[in-house]
């Protein structure tokens, strides 16, 4: 067996354990309430199995990744399945870290999902190994690349526990204005989450079923000197095309439930070949999500923050604010050092320019910014309690956008991480 085989069996490896961690979380957790003895013995036994099996699943990860490192030739963070999967194990390493301060098993069964999302995430796109184009053929990627993730990864578990604050002392039960604002918002929260799951699912799914659509759009520049040209692309579509790429001709489109033809056109001003397969895949996460949120919500007949509440009781909210005060607080300098600092001293080496205001670079600095801000409220300010959640959790949105928004939306140099 070669290294990249083992590499891709002990991916999946960790993928199934961090699943059954996750599940003994839940046991842990939510079936204190069932015990027939002491419930704080429950959760410290079965806290106790639940993190064993994710310590597993983090080994299994680190063989992925070390594995792969040597089947590959480089240190496996430079296309986007690359660096979401060492995201995701960062995130464990970060939880770990964590963990061992507080001991808290209910950080787990949030911190755990975090980890499959991405995870699952990672396994949308390609996986070959791909070969390093000059400018990422530094060992500033190694520097640069894996500090800023470990940094973002302790920004993910400072969200977590911020999430978790919200969901612990928000009255759903209350009527007033306020409660009802803070519901909602934590209600739509999840519902982010949810259409998040749902594009995994169904990419996986129409990717089962063997989808494929193809188009020829017709593109026309105009040049400085005013002369104008006609290019043809050939764009791809992997799920059932609601909208159309702009100014294109049907090649070959797979029937789906009636549908035979694209229901509409992508906009005008949505620049890029591949701008109506990324509006296409937005629209088909949105409905998925829905249904999804939809569903849920018809099973349990009340909102998802008020089902997960109960779960919450008996955790010390300052102990959350704590915790994800502390995980934030040690992603701060690192971040800076891997985001910001390392990357410019590797963006002049590659390109001959510490700044460029490339849009990576930019949100980057956004993200820094917005963390820098956090602190300093927090510190200065008194910013704790329900502020510094939200501020932890709109953060971490921030850095989901910089990784992913940036790389596949935004043309840029950094753009090839998306390939």
């Not at 990249?4 to 354990?17: G, K, Q, Y």
């Not at 699943?57 to 992925?64: R, S």
């Not at 063997?210 to 104008?228: C, H, L």
Request: charged share 15%; hydrophobic share 50%.
């Amino acid at each position: 067996m070669s290294f990249l085989e083992f590499s891709s069996d002990a991916f999946i490896a960790a993928f199934f354990l961090y699943c059954f961690g996750f599940l003994f979380y839940m046991i842990a957790i939510g079936g204190k309430k069932w015990s027939n003895r002491d419930p704080e013995q429950h959760v410290k036994r079965w806290g106790r199995v639940a993190y064993i099996v994710s310590t597993l699943g983090l080994v299994a990860h680190l063989a992925f990744f070390f594995t792969r490192w040597i089947g590959a030739g480089h240190i496996p963070t430079s296309n986007m399945y690359e660096f979401m999967t060492f995201l995701g194990m960062s995130i464990m390493i970060a939880f770990t870290v964590i963990y061992s301060i507080y001991r808290s098993p209910l950080l787990g069964m949030f911190a755990l999902p975090l980890t499959i999302i991405i995870v699952a995430y990672a396994s949308v796109f390609p996986q070959e190994v791909q070969p390093l184009i000059p400018a990422l053929n530094s060992i500033w990627l190694k520097i640069h690349v894996t500090t800023a993730a470990l940094g973002e990864a302790f920004f993910a578990v400072g969200f977590a526990a911020g999430l978790m604050y919200l969901l612990r002392v928000v009255d759903f039960k209350g009527k007033t204005k306020e409660a009802r604002r803070a519901q909602r918002w934590v209600e739509f929260t999840l519902y982010v989450i949810i259409v998040v799951i749902s594009f995994i699912i169904t990419v996986f799914v129409f990717r089962g079923m063997g989808y494929e659509a193809e188009f020829k759009q017709m593109q026309v520049n105009i040049d400085s000197r005013g002369q104008e040209t006609t290019t043809e692309e050939n764009v791809q579509y992997t799920m059932p095309p609601i909208f159309k790429p702009y100014n294109s001709e049907t090649i070959s489109m797979d029937s789906f439930i009636g549908m035979k033809q694209p229901l509409l056109e992508t906009p005008y001003w949505m620049d890029g070949v591949n701008a109506g397969r990324k509006l296409n895949t937005v629209v088909w996460s949105i409905i998925a999500g829905s249904l999804l949120y939809g569903l849920l919500r018809l099973v349990f007949r009340k909102p998802l923050g008020a089902v997960i509440h109960p779960a919450m009781e008996g955790i010390d909210p300052e102990d959350l604010d704590e915790i994800s005060y502390r995980a934030i607080a040690i992603g701060f300098p690192i971040f800076t050092l891997g985001a910001l600092i390392f990357a410019m001293i590797w963006a002049n080496i590659a390109w001959s320019r510490f700044w460029g205001w490339d849009p990576k670079e930019v949100w980057a600095l956004i993200t820094w910014l917005y963390y820098s801000a956090y602190l300093h409220l927090r510190l200065s300010r008194g910013w704790q309690g329900h502020r510094s959640a939200w501020l932890a959790v709109i953060g971490f949105v921030i850095v989901m956008f910089t990784l992913i928004g940036v790389n596949l939306i935004i043309a840029g140099l950094h753009s090839y991480a998306g390939v």
